[in-house]
T-cell receptor
Framework: SQQGEEDPQALSIQEGENATMNCSYKTSINNLQWYRQNSGRGLVHLILIRSNEREKHSGRLRVTLDTSKKSSSLLITASRAADTASYFCATAMPTGGGADGLTFGKGTHLIIQP | EAGVTQSPTHLIKTRGQQATLRCSPISGHTSVYWYQQALGLGLQFLLWYDEGEERNRGNFPPRFSGRQFPNYSSELNVNALELEDSALYLC??????????FGDGTRLSIL
């Protein structure tokens, strides 16, 4: 079953604009991760935020986590054509100590228009 | 550093047959995970192996099985293939409690 739900399902913006994707989940988590997938290929790990963290940055990426609302957001600033991909949030359950299999949302498909 | 490698890239089978998918983790990684990405169902956790042992499995029937070898590579076996098993099967590896790194997957098509 899917733990996370990304919103929106699809997003199309102009190159240079910022893109924001949201993720909601249902149960307690150890950490939340964001991954990118280019057109049916493997997933690329973007960023991990632990349940005791509220915000994390990596290059043009900013992730927030609100455990009280069971939600997270991924912000990509100054978007580029190469950012066109599907983005997934994934949660790790506390029971596995964070080492268990990840539970993925259905993803946001991001299209960057040149 | 070589990434996670999966073989074959594509696999075509017919209903009732058996499929074997292979995964080589990143050197030094002891955990291997298998996921199924089927159209309309999203990414679903299948199996987790660590140090040669099956640690957990997702909500899949027993005809999905696998193993991890002493060199930490892994096999996923799917018996009695059904049409709905058509999917991209992704393998990931990690050091314990670290982010998972994914291969490019094996696309399994059932005719």
């Amino acid at each position: 079953s899917q733990q996370g739900e990304e919103d929106p399902q699809a997003l199309s913006i102009q190159e240079g604009e910022n893109a924001t994707m949201n993720c909601s989940y249902k149960t307690s988590i150890n950490n939340l991760q964001w991954y990118r997938q280019n057109s049916g290929r493997g997933l690329v790990h973007l960023i991990l935020i632990r349940s005791n963290e509220r915000e994390k940055h990596s290059g043009r990426l900013r992730v927030t986590l609100d455990t009280s609302k069971k939600s997270s957001s991924l912000l990509i600033t100054a978007s580029r054509a190469a950012d066109t991909a599907s983005y997934f949030c994934a949660t790790a359950m506390p029971t596995g100590g964070g080492a268990d299999g990840l539970t993925f949302g259905k993803g946001t498909h991001l299209i960057i228009q040149p | 550093e070589a990434g996670v490698t999966q073989s074959p890239t594509h696999l075509i089978k017919t209903r009732g047959q058996q499929a074997t998918l292979r995964c080589s983790p990143i050197s030094g990684h002891t955990s291997v995970y298998w996921y199924q990405q089927a159209l309309g169902l999203g990414l679903q956790f299948l199996l987790w192996y660590d140090e040669g042992e099956e640690r957990n499995r997702g909500n899949f029937p027993p005809r999905f099985s696998g193993r991890q070898f002493p060199n930490y590579s892994s096999e996923l076996n799917v018996n009695a293939l059904e049409l709905e098993d058509s999917a991209l099967y992704l393998c990931a590896s990690s050091l314990l409690l670290q982010p998972q790194h994914f291969g490019d997957g094996t696309r399994l098509s059932i005719l």
